[in-house]
């Protein structure tokens, strides 16, 4: 029992641990994005960040949906005691990932111009997008190490090379912006348009991720060297008769990814269409190019930002219930199935609703504190209060596609994307034409968006583990103590504000806020004994908790 016990919460530490690097890798992020913002300007922002969304759009294409598949696939196999099989499934993949991502390499380079300005409205991020082209092809070879290594059920090297990625795309991006931005100033003097500055500065920004998956696959290799050893000794322990051959490994990962592919394409898409409908309509009703251009790089190189920084525990809890979902259901264990989305789902609600809230209360302090906004800092502060809802919808949202995924029902979350796409876009067009609502609009179609895909993948997983989730651990004690938390860090902030500057004052209000909840948690009974003692230095919090009568 106690191994099954260990077994049953692996996943919850290789979470944890992904989790962990990825909010690093985030913060890294957020840290470098706010020089890069400011080199920039808003209108930069607007053309790094559409050349990343189409980049992101193929990588789902290419390889995004490699790590997730060669786990599941590796994980079956190994399970099964056929290593052997398992290996062929990696070499097929990276095979497959030469081929698919010189392809849509090559492609990307020659079309981004009509990509950019017949889909997306902003011809000059093209530049950005030529630029990212190679790095569609050498991360799909990184993809299937990253896998190789999750079927192994241990995400420390994805969780490495995400952090050494991420450090080295922040030191790249800044310096290649800068010098490619005064180069771009270089040419708007003689070809006179002032947006060729901001535009080649998204350019030499967008080289960091080239230089940052090129460290990431170096390093994939040497962590792959070193554990072969250990590999081939597996290898040859393999005794089991049964030997697949290389097409039907083939077919298998074919079957495999294309579900998910077109689950994920459809998933993200939103982002894109959002893009290129608010776009069309502002455009349609008299905005200029630098106007709904400053307004969606607020929305992106801000707040979505920010927001992928509580959304990183959903990304990463999910490729790591994978590869365990999969033993269960391998193991015809429906029951530890069943207590591993649970669990997945209440760790992930317990982080994201009191972040999603906390973000909402001090939308504005927090623009003020990271980005120091010269202005639109009123737009910013609303955005950051109206997608609150929209970060835990789509962190749940996640969570959920990647259970299903996890227990074999690949088809069913390209369907409900699909579903919840089609009612997306007709609400979003609604939204801007009829209620010209602006970037609000595309905020309350996401929400709507998350929504429906939450709904219906729930009702998938209760159909296929005959599983209804528990309520008032995982989301109404955290939501009641979230708004708490709220109207504390709210009341902080303005108190220390009225003496003390916007960093000090939001700094201390974000420390009352996690005293606040994990006080209110308790207090409301959110979290049990048990859980807070597995916690770090968890016995000496129980104490605590003890001496101010919260607990018995």
């Known amino acids: 029992m106690k191994n099954k016990g260990k077994s049953s919460r692996n996943f919850l530490v290789q979470g944890t641990i992904l989790a962990a690097a990825s909010i690093i890798a985030k913060i890294i992020g957020l840290i470098y994005r706010i020089p890069l913002t400011n080199i920039l300007g808003d209108e930069g922002n607007s053309y790094y960040s559409t050349a990343n969304e189409i980049y992101s759009i193929i990588l789902m294409v290419s390889s995004f949906s490699l790590p997730l598949a060669v786990s599941k696939l590796m994980s079956e196999r190994i399970h099964r005691g056929e290593i052997r099989n398992a290996n062929r499934v990696f070499l097929c993949a990276v095979r497959f990932a030469v081929v ?22 902003f011809e000059l991020a093209k530049y950005g997008l030529r630029v990212l082209a190679p790095a569609i092809f050498i991360f799909a070879i990184v993809g299937t190490f990253r896998g190789f290594f999750q079927g192994h059920s241990t995400m420390v090297p994805t969780a490495v090379s995400q952090v050494i990625e991420q450090v080295v795309n922040a030191v790249v991006s800044l310096v290649c912006a800068g010098i490619m931005f005064r180069y771009g100033q270089k040419l708007a003097g003689i070809e006179g348009n002032d947006l060729l500055g901001p535009a080649w500065g998204a350019a030499g920004a967008t080289f960091g991720t080239v230089a940052s998956v090129t460290i990431a696959l170096i390093f994939m290799m040497a962590v792959y060297t070193v554990y072969h050893k250990k590999f081939a000794r597996q290898l040859r322990s393999d005794h089991s008769d049964r030997r697949e051959s290389s097409a039907r490994i083939y077919r298998i990962l074919l079957m495999t990814i294309l579900p998910i592919v077109l689950s994920t394409l459809i998933y993200n898409m939103s982002n894109i269409v959002d893009q290129g409908i608010f776009n069309a309509i502002l455009k349609g009703q008299g905005y200029t190019e630098k106007q709904y251009a400053t307004i969606w790089g607020i929305y992106v190189g801000k707040f979505r930002v920010l927001m992928n920084v509580p959304l990183s525990l959903a990304s990463c809890l999910g490729p790591a219930i994978v590869p365990s979902l999969t033993a269960a259901i391998t193991n015809h ?39 120091h906004p010269a202005s639109g800092l009123p737009l910013s502060s609303g955005i950051m209060q109206a997608g609150a809802l929209m970060i835990i919808l789509y962190a749940l949202s996640t969570l959920t596609t990647a259970i299903l995924q996890g227990l074999g029902r690949l088809r069913e979350p390209l369907i409900h994307c699909a579903v919840a796409l089609a009612l997306h876009i007709v609400c979003l067009f609604i939204l801007l034409r009829y209620f010209n609502l602006n970037i609000y609009g595309v905020i309350y179609a996401n929400i709507f968006f998350a929504f429906i895909v939450c709904v219906l993948n729930a009702l998938s997983i209760k159909r296929h583990l005959s599983y209804r989730q528990e309520m008032y651990h995982t989301f109404i004690a955290p939501g009641l103590v979230s708004i708490i938390m709220a109207f504390a860090v709210y009341g902080v902030y303005s108190l220390f504000h009225l003496f003390a500057g916007n960093t000090l004052s939001t700094i201390l209000a974000i420390l009352a806020g996690v005293v606040v909840y994990g006080v209110g948690l308790v207090a409301f009974h959110g979290i049990t004994i048990e859980e807070i003692g597995r916690l770090p230095k968890g016995h000496a919090m129980i104490k605590i908790f003890r001496k101010l009568g919260l607990i018995r």
């Open 100 to 121: 698919t991502g010189a392809v849509l390499s090559v492609l990307t380079y020659l079309l981004a111009g009509l990509l950019t300005k017949y889909v997306m409205n």
């Open 333 to 371: 264990n429906r029951k530890e199935a069943a207590g591993k989305v649970a669990s997945s789902i209440r760790y992930t609600m317990l982080l994201t609703i009191p972040c999603a809230m906390g973000m909402a209360a001090l939308g504005g302090p927090i623009i003020s504190l990271l980005f």
